[in-house]
């Protein structure tokens, strides 16, 4: 009868470990699952992480070149003023020059007409 409740025993503990081990199984399958999952968003973010890199370095050089081509046009703006400014002084002095030749021509004509009419 001793044996028989020993044999009892051993198979009740036998019974709770298989299932402890049971349920410890279904933990570790549940914990791979999650470790997986998180290993795929961890490659998922660093994907992200890479291509935002790529994105940012695509960015500088644009800015780069944007910048590059900001002083060009300004540096051909000042250019195109300087010649404006030039070409405008030029025009001013050729109007000067125009007025004196016109009230000259004025000036001469009367003189001309004075002396025709002193005639």
Known sequence: AEVQETKKQLEQEVMMLRREFDVIKIMHQR???????????????????????????QIDTEQKILR??????????????DRFNALNNEKRTLEL?????????LHEQRLRQDISSEK
Not at 32 to 54: A, F, M, P, Y
Not at 69 to 81: G, S
Not at 97 to 105: A, D, H, Y
């Open 68 to 81: 590059e081509d900001q002083n060009k046009t300004e540096r051909e703006l000042k250019a195109v003023e």
């Open 97 to 105: 020059s125009l007025n004196e030749l016109t009230i000259s021509l």
């Open 31 to 57: 914990a791979t699952c999650e470790q997986q999952n998180k290993d795929r968003h961890i490659e998922h973010l660093n994907n992200q992480i890479k291509n935002q890199r790529e994105i940012l370095l």
